[in-house]
């Protein structure tokens, strides 16, 4: 059999429903129910540095081992843990299961109603096994049906001198409209006349020079939908859609686009997604109350943000774990994309793109990597205690090129309240002040 036919009964077979079982779905949301990886010399309290981490080169992201091998920072290793799911999302799985398959071009997902498209390993001989893990991402858990991050700070730094150039204070809020599992109303906010799954609103709280900017962005159910995103200039007074190069841009002068929140923030159909193999790597995930917090921002209710430190103060100081990860790349479908290709560290359990991925320049150079530590949602604010999401704690985005970060210090809060649907249409920007 010649490799088009190989390549076309393995599309078709991609393109069909299949019967997923309960011990398909047990094993997706608890990859470690037959033990924790374990790699030869790495224990709780073990620091990787410049001097050892060649000796675990294998367990360590590819952008995450060049930061070490270059001395920029040092890793503390935690223990495995579980990171349980939200069991209404996993109730809305098994509900579900089997019903999702791929539809003819990338983008295309018929039968979708809600929880995890995909619960089956991926299988590498699978061409679009990638695509089926970006769904999974897509309809991930995430921050749940409605959460903010209040307050959450970005400092800017030259990584060479530590000099702090800049810090901000954001608000960001999200909410899904639709396939929605635990937080009423269930499954779909109404009326939706536009089909919205998702948004996201950001707004500016400090410096002064900034203040009162905001971003919303509208992403739709339907994947071939370009996204709508909108920025609100308050010297100018007056909202105005983004083309869509702009999602590209550096966003605020920082280290970030917008394309990179929350590790990828844009359509499938926008990247070529290929799965690469699993493998067990360390990521940074902790629980937040263990750490050794900062004394920095002096929270009203006395929280605490990650520390941070390592060459420029660009490293958060959280514990990584070793975790069963699915390595997943990304390359733009447009040839103009400022990025040549996205490689993930997809956590098996959350199904998370942001623990520790790198960004590839157009000469296919590493630019970029960025490490968002979580916490166990038990272990952080006592309102998102139960809530089945690993809590986005602190991040740094790492410029390789240009010797430069960008920091952020979160409070995330599961508080549906904080986040009701007219926040995130455009007439609610020019009244947000």
Not at 418 to 429: C, G, I, V
């Amino acid at each position: 059999m010649n490799k088009t036919i190989i390549a076309a009964a393995l599309l078709g077979l991609s393109l069909t429903a299949r019967a997923a079982t309960d011990a398909e779905l047990q094993a997706s949301f608890n990859p470690y129910q037959n033990g924790f990886p374990n790699h030869p010399g790495l224990s709780v309290g073990t620091v990787i540095n410049q001097g050892n981490v060649d000796q675990f080169k294998d367990v360590v992201p590819d952008g995450v081992y060049k930061l070490l091998k270059d001395g920029l920072f040092e890793i503390k290793v935690g223990p495995t843990t579980q990171f349980e799911l939200s069991s209404a999302y996993v109730e809305a799985t098994r509900r579900n299961l089997g019903k999702a398959r791929l539809g003819p071009n990338s983008g295309d997902l018929e039968g979708f109603e809600g929880g995890r498209p995909f619960v089956e390993e991926p299988d590498i001989e699978d061409p679009r096994a990638g695509e089926k893990l970006a769904w999974n991402y897509k309809y991930g858990v995430n921050w749940g049906d409605g959460a903010n991050i209040t307050p959450f700070y970005w400092k800017y730094r030259n990584m060479a001198t530590g000099q702090l150039e800049r810090t901000i204070q954001f608000s960001f809020h999200f909410l899904n409209f639709k396939h929605r599992v635990k937080d009423e109303p269930v499954p779909e906010v109404t009326p939706n006349p536009s089909n919205l799954f998702r948004g996201i609103y950001v707004k500016v709280d400090a410096p002064q020079d900034l203040k009162n900017t905001q971003l919303l962005i509208q992403r739709y159910d339907d994947d071939q939908k370009i996204d709508d995103a909108y920025l609100y200039l308050g010297f100018q007074r007056r909202v105005r859609r983004l083309a869509t190069g702009q999602t590209t841009d550096s966003f605020l002068g920082s280290d970030l686009m917008i394309e990179d929140f929350e590790g990828y923030n844009g359509r499938i159909s926008d990247m070529k997604w290929t799965y690469k193999g699993t493998k067990n790597v360390i990521l940074p995930m902790w629980n937040h109350n263990e750490l050794a917090l900062s004394d920095e921002f002096k929270d009203p209710d006395g929280f605490k943000y990650v520390g941070f430190g390592g060459q420029g103060e660009c490293f958060h100081q959280g514990t990584w774990q070793l975790r069963k990860v699915y390595v997943l790349e990304a390359e733009p479908v447009n040839a103009a994309h400022p990025v040549s290709k996205r490689v993930f560290y997809m956590d098996a359990q959350l199904g998370n793109l942001n623990g520790a991925n790198e960004i590839y320049d157009r000469k296919g150079e590493l630019w970029k990597v960025f490490m968002v530590g979580k916490s166990h949602a038990d272990h952080h604010l006592p309102i998102n205690k139960g809530s089945g999401i690993g809590i986005d704690d602190a991040f740094s985005m790492i410029d390789v090129q240009a010797r430069h970060c960008t920091t952020g210090h979160f409070k995330g809060q599961v508080d549906p309240k904080q986040n009701p649907p007219r926040m995130f249409q455009a007439q609610y920007m020019r009244g947000g002040d």
